[in-house]
């Protein structure tokens, strides 16, 4: 216990001063940790998305924390940092690959010392991440989540820009939405995530990753789902615990699906379903079969104990069937 206290303090310690190396944005743009004073038996590790900062993870990080997880929400490389970006001055977003792939390995190392069964995490090029990690460590990996993942763009063009050109873009938000970081980037900086994607479908016909849930929805208008459900097509013939989910464009849910603070009114819904796969040990089959029988009018329970499941799902998997069905 007492090593376990003096690693948790050491990483507090350690990043929170390489994070304030460099004046940041606000005091939530730092690295956020939620640690149980024990090792717990699940830890995990969330990659938040390009130019954003950890507050965007704040709402799922709570939540698995409050059900007695070990939560870990680093800082990316070159971001959060306070200065007067713009497209003559853009923020140093890296361009190199190589750059966030090193950041993943080293704190997929640290926290193995944590808990039992380590999950990662992450939202669109954080996701990305996620995804690769997955495939890159697959036996160090209890569960991946895959939260609209950076394959690719809807618009065809825009992967072509992506690919070839060079400037600064910027953010364009509702009224009222609230953006985390950097308002804009060069694009070499999307690129890297564009090309980490493309490699992580191709890698995924042929490598076992590690269980993944690709969440996706129709409203997401800034990233692919035809590629969502490609690298979920690939990756559960080789590994059958992986799930997908996409959200009904009833439900609007867009890109950044973490916080209503971005704009989803149903971040229940997202953490609901994260816990119901993290906590769940079914494969994809089953829960097809779950929702076969679900629409063939029997109910939740009656499922449960004819498929003699009750050891074997999260109490969060009857929200994620009745939404799934409806």
Same mark, same amino acid.
């Given at each position: 216990?007492?090593?376990?206290?003096?690693?948790?303090?050491? /990483?507090?310690?350690?990043?929170?001063?390489?994070?304030?190396?460099?004046?940041?944005?606000?005091?939530?743009?730092?690295?956020?940790?939620?640690?149980?004073?024990?090792?717990?038996?699940?830890?995990?590790?969330?990659?938040?998305? /390009?130019?954003?900062?950890?507050?965007?993870?704040?709402?799922?990080?709570?939540?698995?924390?409050?059900?007695?997880?070990?939560?870990?929400?680093?800082?990316?490389?070159?971001?959060?940092?306070?200065?007067?970006?713009?497209?003559?001055?853009?923020?140093?977003?890296?361009? %190199?690959?190589?750059?966030?792939?090193?950041?993943?390995?080293?704190?997929?190392?640290?926290?193995? @010392?944590?808990? @039992?069964?380590?999950?990662?995490?992450?939202?669109?090029?954080?996701?990305?991440?996620?995804?690769?990690?997955?495939?890159?460590?697959?036996?160090? /990996?209890?569960?991946?989540?895959?939260?609209?993942?950076?394959?690719?763009?809807?618009?065809?063009?825009? %992967?072509?820009?992506?690919?070839?050109?060079?400037?600064?873009?910027?953010?364009?938000?509702?009224?009222?939405?609230?953006?985390?970081?950097?308002?804009?980037?060069?694009?070499?900086?999307?690129?890297?995530?564009?090309?980490?994607?493309?490699?992580?479908?191709?890698?995924?016909?042929?490598?076992?990753?590690?269980?993944?849930?690709?969440?996706?929805?129709?409203?997401?208008?800034?990233?692919?789902?035809?590629?969502?459900?490609?690298?979920? @097509?690939?990756?559960?013939?080789?590994?059958?615990?992986?799930?997908?989910?996409?959200?009904?464009?009833?439900? %609007?849910?867009?890109?950044?699906?973490?916080?209503?603070?971005?704009?989803?009114?149903?971040?229940?819904?997202?953490?609901?379903?994260?816990?119901?796969?993290?906590?769940?040990?079914?494969?994809?089959?089953?829960?097809? @079969?779950?929702?076969? *029988?679900?629409?063939?009018?029997?109910?939740?329970?009656?499922?449960?104990?004819?498929?003699?499941?009750?050891? *074997?799902?999260?109490?969060?998997?009857?929200?994620?069937?009745?939404?799934?069905?409806?």
């Amino acid at each position: 216990m007492s090593n376990y206290s003096s690693l948790t303090s050491e /990483i507090i310690q350690e990043t929170k001063a390489r994070d304030r190396a460099q004046p940041l944005i606000n005091d939530k743009c730092e690295s956020q940790f939620f640690f149980h004073p024990h090792p717990t038996v699940k830890v995990c590790l969330f990659f938040h998305g /390009i130019t954003a900062t950890p507050e965007q993870f704040l709402p799922i990080g709570e939540a698995f924390f409050q059900a007695g997880y070990n939560v870990l929400i680093p800082l990316l490389p070159g971001h959060g940092v306070a200065g007067n970006w713009n497209h003559s001055n853009p923020p140093p977003l890296p361009k %190199d690959e190589q750059v966030y792939k090193q950041f993943a390995l080293q704190w997929l190392q640290q926290v193995q @010392e944590l808990g @039992e069964q380590v999950i990662v995490g992450g939202l669109s090029g954080g996701s990305t991440l996620a995804a690769w990690l997955a495939l890159e460590r697959p036996e160090e /990996i209890y569960r991946a989540l895959v939260c609209a993942p950076y394959l690719s763009a809807t618009n065809k063009l825009v %992967d072509l820009i992506v690919q070839n050109l060079d400037f600064y873009f910027q953010w364009k938000r509702k009224p009222g939405i609230v953006g985390f970081g950097y308002d804009g980037f060069e694009l070499p900086a999307m690129r890297v995530f564009f090309d980490m994607g493309q490699d992580v479908i191709k890698r995924a016909e042929k490598r076992v990753a590690a269980p993944m849930l690709v969440l996706s929805s129709e409203s997401d208008r800034a990233v692919g789902k035809e590629d969502h459900k490609a690298l979920f @097509e690939e990756a559960v013939k080789l590994q059958p615990k992986t799930w997908y989910y996409c959200f009904s464009r009833a439900l %609007d849910v867009g890109h950044n699906m973490m916080t209503k603070a971005e704009g989803n009114e149903h971040v229940d819904l997202v953490i609901a379903i994260t816990k119901a796969y993290v906590e769940s040990d079914l494969t994809w089959a089953e829960v097809m @079969e779950m929702g076969l *029988r679900l629409k063939q009018g029997n109910t939740f329970n009656t499922i449960v104990n004819d498929l003699n499941l009750s050891q *074997r799902i999260s109490p969060d998997m009857n929200t994620m069937m009745e939404i799934a069905t409806n």
